[in-house]
């Protein structure tokens, strides 16, 4: 039965208060106040559309149980690099194997939802399975309306020929229109977006429809037995739109528009999958991709649907956001501001390419090793094992860190070394099962970081190159916080 294996998604933990956007700009733009409410997902400094594709990926994959993954397409239209395969640095952090097939798909909102359909339809009869992640990250001018209603996020999923899938793909019906409601040219840092009401009427309003008309053709199945409608756009144009070809006004799902914000290629996915976490059995699911035409999707819950669950899932990374109020942050996380770093700053941070290739597994997979004779983990390999009882040379095997837990040793918090966020925090930690390693913390609350405190790895951004435009990744660890903590908190 062809369909979706396994489902994940990550939201960056800061959320930032539209209000604190509002009241630096209504002086400029008085009609801001009306979307002062709620907040939208940021990223940290250190996280971009990569990163964020990553940890969706762990995230679905946590699932277990699930086919050999052979095939990644990763949907984007922020991708960090236009000449490097994106996608084939999420499969070398994931540690998949070198021998599969990588794709990045981008240029539409509805890059995502055409990635998921090109998916299935390559696994119809095919044993194996495809994994569908999208990432966005969209910077957008200060004032406008963009920068209120864009959110970060990421999604996958994994499509499989499997007896139990968690929705069984019925079909699908795809329309190709150039309608320009906005667009970004190849030398501009931000998109050019056209009237809103226009969008509404002659788009969404006209478009969709047509598309979802033609899926219930394509699968015979009537809208009157939608059970959850998934389109990515405000609730009143969604509400108009299940109106119009017959939908159950119950069916429309939440946009997450409160506490995510739009996040664009990646957001029908993001919807899908916060359906995905809450469907019964049976329930009719339909996806709806928007961008330059409309990709409609037909799913049938199963009953895996409601035992097979990420470790996170979007519901749980919603729920353990922060909040933080403070805009210029936001600005100089997202290099919207010009602001004064400093001279430590200004250290020529070129990555040497050969080392780097030579290293990879190392750097990107957080690959050590692990002594054959006595079992001793250690990172990074070297070729003599660093167990004293031991001592054996060309003894050691890969062994693949990033999914360890560990416990903070020692850690620094260091106010001189120059960080975006500074203090910039490091120190020792010890993985369960052996080893260790120096790291940057992540994500850090000074009272959730402490010697003994559990951390997890995670995928980020170690530097970036902004004279040649190269990101530097590697992994750092991220403090385990309070269960209080995990439903939300203040930033300082």
């Not at 984007?76 to 798909?105: Q, W």
């Not at 409601?181 to 501009?188: A, F, K, L, S, T």
């Not at 976490?277 to 991709?289: D, M, S, Y």
């Not at 170690?462 to 209080?484: I, T």
């Amino acid at each position: 039965m062809l369909g979706i294996a396994a489902c994940g998604g990550y939201v960056p933990r800061l959320r930032l208060a539209r209000r604190a956007i509002v009241e630096a700009n209504a002086w400029f733009n008085p009609g801001l106040r009306s979307h002062a409410a709620g907040e939208r997902a940021i990223c940290n400094w250190d996280e971009d559309a990569l990163t964020m594709a990553v940890e969706a990926a762990r995230d679905c994959l946590s699932c277990g149980g699930l086919p050999e993954v052979d095939t990644l397409f990763l949907a984007s239209t922020t991708l960090p690099f236009l000449e490097r395969h994106n996608a084939g640095v999420v499969r070398a952090a994931l540690a998949l194997p070198e021998h599969m097939m990588t794709l990045d798909i981008t240029a539409s909102q509805r890059a995502g939802t055409s990635a998921l359909i090109a998916a299935l339809q390559a696994r119809r009869g095919r044993p194996g399975a495809a994994m569908v992640v999208a990432a966005e990250q969209r910077r957008a001018k200060a004032a406008s309306a963009q920068e209120l209603s864009y959110g970060d996020a990421a999604a996958a999923l994994v499509v499989a020929e499997t007896s139990a899938p968690i929705a069984e793909f019925l079909g699908a019906h795809q329309v190709a229109v150039d309608f320009v409601d906005h667009y970004r040219g190849q030398h501009e840092s931000f998109d050019y977006q056209w009237e809103e009401r226009w969008i509404r009427d002659e788009g969404y309003l006209k478009i969709v429809p047509s598309a979802l008309r033609g899926l219930a053709a394509a699968t015979g199945i009537d809208a009157a037995k939608f059970g959850r409608l998934v389109i990515p756009t405000g609730r009143s144009a969604a509400q108009a739109i299940a109106k119009a070809v017959g939908a159950p006004p119950q069916s429309v799902c939440d946009d997450l528009a409160q506490g995510v914000g739009d996040s664009g290629a990646a957001h029908p996915l993001v919807m899908l999958a916060h359906a995905l976490e809450q469907a019964r059995p049976g329930e009719i699911i339909v996806v709806v991709g928007w961008g330059q035409g409309c990709d409609a999707i037909a799913f049938r819950a199963g009953a895996a649907a409601t035992r097979r669950r990420a470790a996170g899932g979007i519901g749980q990374s919603i729920a353990r956001g922060v909040a933080d109020s403070n805009y210029m942050r936001y600005l100089a996380f997202n290099r919207l501001l010009v602001q004064e770093q400093g001279m430590r700053a200004e250290a020529d941070r070129q990555t040497a390419l050969s080392a780097f290739y030579r290293h990879r597994d190392m750097v990107t997979a957080l690959v050590g090793g692990r002594c054959t004779r006595c079992g001793t983990p250690q990172f990074p390999a070297t070729g003599v094992c660093v167990n004293p009882e031991c001592r054996a040379r060309g003894e050691q095997e890969p062994y693949r860190f990033a999914d360890l837990l560990a416990h903070v040793q020692s850690w620094t918090a260091d106010n001189l070394t120059y960080c975006p966020d500074p203090p910039q925090y490091f120190g020792m930690v010890v993985f369960e099962g052996g080893g260790r390693m120096m790291v940057d913390f992540a994500d850090v609350d000074r009272e959730t970081i402490a010697t003994g405190a559990p951390v997890r790895m995670v995928f980020r951004v170690k530097e970036r190159d902004l004279r040649r435009g190269f990101v530097k990744y590697f992994w750092k660890a991220v403090p385990g916080r309070a269960p209080a903590e995990e439903n939300g908190g203040d930033r300082d």
